[in-house]
């Protein structure tokens, strides 16, 4: 089984979307796509693609399916679709830090919606949640967020028991958010206005 070299990795993770400049950068970069990736069984969290197979072949795995025009973080989304919106603009931005949980969670809303879901707004770092206004205990921070369309009602999303928090517009009740962060009722989802 092939073992990627730290250059090989670091052209890899540049295809998927992230952004690599220093050997620490690439530790952590590595990690995140380790805790994301929902394409097999859950990587080891090292920061460290090789001397062990798994993450060398994940990584070409995801790069074989970018070039062939599929997803590369699950079966329906792509790492570089839950990106940053600072496009950059904030030099410690880590670009993707999406959870393996999180993916799993937008597989089941599209599931259960029987759309095909699009990503508004995924991975937002401090800069850039502070810029557009969001909460400072907003779970984009943290990997566990995604702000969705098209947009189900309150009680159809509830329903679908798909994630632990839902948010909705303030001038509808259509969800616009979900996230699976610390559940907050035992069997319901939390429902909150401009969940962002």
């Known amino acids: ?28 970069v590595v990690k995140h796509f380790q805790r994301g990736w929902n394409l097999g069984p859950a990587l080891e969290v090292d920061g460290v693609v090789g001397p062990g197979p798994d993450t060398s072949a994940a990584l070409l ?40 949980s999180a993916f799993r969670m937008m597989e089941r809303y599209r599931s259960k919606s029987g759309e095909s879901l699009d990503v508004v707004s995924a991975c937002r770092c401090p800069s850039r949640n502070a ?10 921070l943290t990997g566990r967020a995604c702000d969705v369309a098209p947009h189900f009602s309150v009680a159809t999303v509830k329903s679908w028991g798909v994630a632990t928090h839902i948010g909705y517009g303030s001038s509808s009740l259509k969800v616009k958010h979900i996230d699976n962060g610390p559940r907050a009722t035992v069997n319901t989802p939390a429902v909150y206005t401009n969940g962002s």
């Open 131 to 140: 810029a557009i206004g969001g909460s400072p205990t907003s779970r984009h």
């Open 1 to 28: 089984m092939t073992v990627l070299t730290q250059a090989q990795a670091t052209k890899i993770l540049r295809n998927l979307g992230w952004r690599v400049r220093t050997t620490s950068e690439y530790h952590t």
């Open 61 to 100: 795995l995801s790069e074989s399916r970018r070039r062939a025009g599929k997803k590369t973080a699950s079966k329906h989304f792509s790492f570089s679709e839950v990106a940053c919106h600072c496009g950059g603009k904030y030099d410690s931005c880590p670009r993707i830090w999406q959870k393996r």
